[in-house]
């Protein structure tokens, strides 16, 4: 489906990405991972084709990304954005509505198609019904649905997921993440994320990537990526990784010794008078 050969990208002759390699197959989540400025952000708005590659390829289903026309590459692609936002005074509907787009001619109206394949994004992504509601009204979880909900309506192959859950709490991160594996299943998508919390990527992801300084480091299961000399030499931060006790996958936490200020207070000495 998706297929990053060599490929090189930067900002006014700043080199961000040095030769990334990578693929996403329909129906898998994969993860990104890897410390700030490491070009995770870069990764996603070149193979989007918001930002030309330097050189290598990007290519969907064997297209080129850069021989793609914007329209059909919006067909192609959706992309939920770190903290999307929405226009105001639109209703979770309109706003839904608003990824059929790419699939209307020149001043064409939608139709009863375009109005089924809202409402069964909405409904899946169980954002229906808020479908009257104005967005500046929703919550953070509920405003994610509904962004996720006009991805889905845009009846894509690949989704381009960056930091999703960013300002979720972790009831909502953990739906945003379920969900998004349940499309691809069901819908046969390609997802990738770029995901900062390694033990939320190691719960949902298929696959992990790993970047650092521009280039991927370690690509695989995440038993295979979250291992603790892996994480350190790429976050500088020595970990601990366990198995989750029902599915075995790794939970990393920091190896963070006892500090002082986190010591349980003495109790207060009792006056003698």
């Known amino acids: 489906m998706l297929s990053v050969r060599d490929l090189h ?3 006014d002759g700043r080199a961000v990405l040095r030769g990334v390699d990578l693929d996403a197959a329909r129906g898998e989540l994969l993860g990104i ?4 400025g490491c070009g995770k952000t870069t990764l996603l708005r070149v193979i989007s084709g918001v930002l030309p590659a330097a050189s290598g390829s990007v290519t969907i289903d064997g297209d080129e990304v850069r021989s793609i026309n914007p329209a059909a590459m919006a067909r192609r692609i959706a992309v939920v954005a770190q ?4 226009p105001e005074r639109f209703s979770a509907f309109e706003v ?5 787009t790419p699939h209307l001619g020149l001043l064409q109206s939608e139709g009863k198609h375009d109005i089924d394949v809202v409402r069964a994004a909405m409904q899946r992504t169980d954002c229906w019904h808020l479908r009257s509601r104005p967005v500046e009204e929703l919550s953070g979880g509920e405003r994610q649905r509904v962004v996720i909900a006009r991805a889905l309506a845009q ?5 381009l997921l960056d930091e999703p859950t960013s300002h979720l709490d972790i009831q909502h991160q953990v739906d945003t993440f ?4 349940d499309l691809c299943r069901e819908h046969q998508l390609a997802a990738v994320a770029v995901v900062h919390d390694l033990t939320l990527a190691s719960m949902f992801a298929d696959r992990i990537a790993l970047m650092a300084d521009g280039a991927i480091v370690a690509c695989g299961a995440p038993t295979q990526v979250l291992e603790p000399r892996i994480i350190e030499r790429v976050y500088g931060l020595a970990v601990r990784v366990i198995a989750h006790p029902a599915t ?10 006892p500090r002082a200020m986190l010591a349980p207070r003495p109790a207060p000495e009792r ?3």
């Open 248 to 257: 075995g996958r790794p939970i990393v936490v920091p190896d963070a010794g």
């Open 271 to 273: 006056s003698t008078r």
């Open 155 to 159: 009846e894509p192959g690949l989704l």
């Open 83 to 86: 903290g999307a936002g929405l």
């Open 33 to 36: 991972i890897g410390p700030n």
């Open 178 to 181: 379920r969900l998004t594996l």
């Open 9 to 11: 990208a930067g900002y």
């Open 96 to 100: 839904t509505l608003m990824g059929r």
